[in-house]
Antibody
Framework: QVQLVESGGGLVQPGGSLRLSCIAS????????FHWVRQAPGKGLEWVAF????????LYADSVRGRFTISRDNSKSAVYLQLNSVRPDDTAVYFC?????????????????WGQGTLVTVSS | QSVLLQPPSVSGAPGQRVTISCTGS?????????VHWYQKLPGTAPKLLIY???KRPSGVPDRFSGSKFGASASLAISGLQAEDEGDYYC????????????FGDGTKLTVL
């Protein structure tokens, strides 16, 4: 069955760095694009970043562009989110999610499978 | 405030039908980009209810339906059940600036 498992969250100081991982299984990983989505405490869902199935397109929310980097390693069925220069307002549960459709050429697809989320807390 | 506007809250009694609207603009919904709907319950991952405006993933009851017209989309939930109580989000793509994905601010559904 399809599974996405996030890890790497934790407590980090403002200005610090963290790398989140999302390990996928149960489907042909290289055929799908992935998103990172976060939810801050008491807030709504916020889209963070997208990576196309072939990694040729990467998109970022304005709030994280220049600080966060999305990447993938098809040999490990993994998607990563590198968080640099973190701020207190980056505190959130971070989810990775898979596109519904394989080989999508845009970030406009729905996401049918999600991980359970990993909590990032930015505090001194 | 998101570029996709949703009502903050809706409510209905068990068995009733409710609708949640999602209003966008010429750079997202009205530009032809699809709308997707998610249910978010506390402590759980978001669940895809509707994708590509009106398609239901397998396993989603047909009580949930979606539609899109012009710059707006709607999620309808009929035969309300207590377990439907939670937050609902629309999502689309916006082609302004360099392009980005956008969620609405969410709608809290209360089953009375």
């Amino acid at each position: 069955q399809v599974q996405l498992v996030e890890s790497g969250g934790g407590l980090v100081q403002p200005g610090g760095s963290l790398r989140l991982s999302c390990i996928a299984s149960g489907f042909p990983f290289g055929n799908f694009g992935f998103h990172w989505v976060r939810q801050a405490p008491g807030k709504g869902l916020e889209w963070v970043a997208f990576i196309q199935y072939d990694a040729k397109k990467k998109l970022y929310a304005d709030s994280v562009r220049g600080r966060f980097t999305i990447s993938r390693d098809n040999s490990k069925s993994a998607v990563y989110l590198q968080l640099n220069s973190v701020r207190p307002d980056d505190t959130a549960v971070y989810f990775c999610a898979r596109d519904v459709e394989p080989f999508a050429m845009t970030a406009a697809e729905g996401c049918d499978y999600w991980g359970q989320g990993t909590l990032v807390t930015v505090s001194s | 405030q998101s570029v996709l506007l949703q009502p903050p809250s809706v409510s209905g009694a068990p068995g009733q039908r409710v609708t949640i609207s999602c209003t966008g603009s010429s750079s997202n919904i009205d530009a032809g980009f699809d709308v997707h709907w998610y249910q978010k319950l506390p402590g759980t991952a978001p669940k895809l209810l509707i994708y590509e405006n009106d398609k239901r993933p397998s396993g989603v009851p047909d009580r949930f339906s979606g539609s899109k017209f012009g710059a707006s989309a709607s999620l309808a939930i009929s035969g309300l059940q207590a377990e439907d109580e939670g937050d609902y989000y629309c999502k689309s793509y916006d082609n302004s600036r360099s392009g980005f994905v956008v969620f609405g601010d969410g709608t809290k559904l209360t089953v009375l």
